[in-house]
């Protein structure tokens, strides 16, 4: 196998040509897979993104990609079909997604995981290990798991385009060959020896990179570096700092882009698609405001900071249909003082995805009115909509959850990492309690003054916690009960992974904010990804994928990963849907 760097051209600058065949918009899991299928179907390729860095919010993210029935999922040893995976999406989106698009899914799905395994020498996928689906009690759900998620790829291995890919949000502190079973036993370690068996395995397999001067990188930036390193050996041209203005056409017929460069503006003519795969609007306040419930912001979210909404926006200024708006990939987040290492100063507030601080023992998430409202321990996306409350879409004003407090005691920190990344014991920095985004006091008395709910209640809350605490059973909500909530929690504690009392002073509490991980909203796209109108006929030349569009699971979310399985999927979809126009007279190209 050949194992030299990437040479392609270099990150910045204008594109080297005025017309290519088919012109990417975004770098994330859609675009990278709709970029890498036109290539190596015979396309000329570019690929835009507008930031520095390239990645998307795939790079940050854990990287869990969710396809049910694919075979890379059975060569691992797993037991799925795509049947099952049929029977569990149609219990759980409901009828806002036609059966049409979640068969297409599924059975393109199939392919688009063999393609990406065929074409990309780098990328290996390993079984996600006891990570299940988030709808455990729906028809064909898999209790044990049907995601994978890559594994150690060679960040050497990009070259110029390394220091340009958006790092992982839970990035170790020196480049590891982590899984997400690792990260979630690791985060165990003060409490049981085993963590500490699987932490010496992993530092020798980390030894084992090292020694060979690798530096691997896992997760979500190992997936979507794997696939970068495939389309710029496939020949995909890249340019980053180059923002999407307009869509150009010929008649009804999108025929190009209208793109920025360092202040000059100039056009990029696309003979046969332009595919929009550049992100949601979680970045846009404005637009969270027109389409959301309130309250929102542009800032709760860990999305990348160039998901701006900007393809959504251009498609509806050309007549595209939107649909789903309204909804997230919500995710229950905390806002967190960032410092400069080497300056006692703030910078600015950091959002900071929750998912074991909610899950472990001795932790509770109180209202305004001291009392627990849900299943702290719930997969993100059910947890976040539980901070508006109400069913979807039916609320109106502010939400009835909130403010929300995640609560702790000291036992939480004898015992576990806060916010992933500090560790057991140590201090928290003076800043977090200095700018109040963090409440820390001696009694739940005084905390509950602190943070101005009703002492009573929250008392008579913590009260009522700590006796299913110690019957390990939560009786209000059915908390660590399923395979998701002890997942996260500490499945060496007993009699429930995830619960545990809060007693032990100090008190901490932290306010918790409806997050998201991306918005679920955006152009409608019919079963080939061609964007269409309100009245269903297509837009020529005009494709899309991922968050761009409108999610192929409506409302909910299926499992970890169903986001990133879906943006590989359709950018698959939208480049073959390109290359089959543009090869129709030449059966040579037609196979993929």
Same mark, same amino acid.
């Given at each position: ?319 595209? #249909? ?137 008392? #008579? ?7 299913? #605490? ?123």
């Amino acid at each position: 196998m050949n194992t030299k760097k990437s040479s392609a051209r270099k990150p910045f600058g204008r594109p080297s040509k005025d017309t290519y065949d088919v012109v990417v918009v975004g770098s994330g899991a859609a675009g990278l897979s709709a970029s890498l299928t036109a290539a190596r179907r015979g396309l000329k390729v570019l690929m835009v993104e507008k930031s520095d860095q390239w990645g998307g919010s795939t790079s940050k993210s854990a990287g869990m990609v969710w396809v049910p029935g694919n075979n890379v999922f059975a060569r691992l040893g797993g037991s799925d079909s795509t049947d099952l995976g049929r029977q569990y999406m149609k219990a759980t989106v409901g009828d806002c997604t036609s059966d049409e698009m979640i068969d297409t899914f599924l059975e393109e799905g199939k392919k688009c995981m063999d393609f990406l395994t065929a074409s990309c020498p780098y990328l290996e996928f390993r079984r996600m290990e006891g990570y299940p689906d988030y709808w455990l009690d729906a028809p064909g759900a898999a209790k044990t798991g049907r995601g994978v998620e890559a594994g150690a790829f060679d960040s050497r291995l990009l070259g110029p385009w390394e220091k340009s890919h958006v790092k992982a949000y839970f990035k170790p502190m020196i480049p590891m060959d982590l899984n997400s079973y690792d990260s979630a036993d690791l985060l165990l370690a003060m409490t049981d020896p085993r963590p500490w068996v699987r932490g010496m395995k992993l530092a020798w397999r980390n030894l084992v990179h090292w020694a060979k001067g690798r530096r691997p990188l896992t997760m979500g930036a190992g997936l979507t570096g794997a696939i970068m390193y495939s389309a710029l050996r496939a020949g995909v041209e890249v340019k980053l700092e180059t923002a999407l203005k307009d869509i150009t056409f010929d008649g009804d017929r999108a025929n190009g882009v209208t793109l920025e460069h360092a202040g000059e503006t100039f056009d990029i003519k696309a003979k046969h698609g332009v595919i929009l795969a550049c992100g949601g609007f979680e970045r846009n306040e404005e637009m969270r405001q027109k389409y959301q419930r309130h309250p929102i912001t542009g800032t709760w979210t860990v999305g990348v900071e160039g998901n701006t909404g900007d393809g959504i926006e251009i498609g509806l200024n050309h007549g595209a #249909a939107i649909d789903n708006m309204a909804d997230a990939i919500w995710s229950p987040v905390i806002s967190l003082p960032r410092t400069d290492t080497f300056q006692p100063i703030v910078i600015e507030d950091e959002e900071r995805f929750i998912v074991p601080d909610r899950s472990l023992p001795h932790t509770l998430i109180v209202n305004g009115k001291g009392k627990r409202f849900m299943n702290e321990a719930l997969p993100y996306c059910t947890a976040g909509q539980g901070l508006y409350g109400g069913i979807f879409g039916k609320g109106e004003g502010d939400a009835e959850n909130m403010p929300a407090w995640l609560i702790f005691d000291q036992q939480f920190r004898d015992k576990y990492f806060f916010a992933y990344g500090h560790l057991p014991k140590l201090e928290l920095p003076e800043e977090y309690y200095d700018s109040g985004a963090l409440v820390r006091r001696d009694t739940i008395a005084a905390l509950a003054e602190a943070i101005e709910v009703p002492a009573d209640a929250l008392k #008579a809350t913590i009260d009522r916690f700590n006796d299913f #605490a110690d019957a390990g059973v939560d009786l209000d909500f059915h908390r660590g009960e399923n395979e998701h909530d002890r997942f996260y929690g500490n499945r060496y504690h007993k009699p429930n992974a995830s619960l545990g009392r809060v007693e032990k002073g100090p008190f901490y509490a932290t306010q918790v904010y409806p997050g998201d991980i991306g918005t679920s909203g955006g152009l409608v796209i019919d079963p080939k990804a061609r964007v269409t109108r309100p009245d269903g006929s297509t837009i020529p030349g005009l494709l899309a994928a991922g968050n761009t569009t409108k999610s192929v699971i409506g409302h909910t979310y299926t499992a970890g990963g169903t986001s990133i399985g879906a943006a590989l999927v359709f950018g698959y979809i939208a480049a073959n849907t390109a290359a089959d126009e543009a090869f129709a007279d030449n059966p040579v190209f037609v196979a993929r």
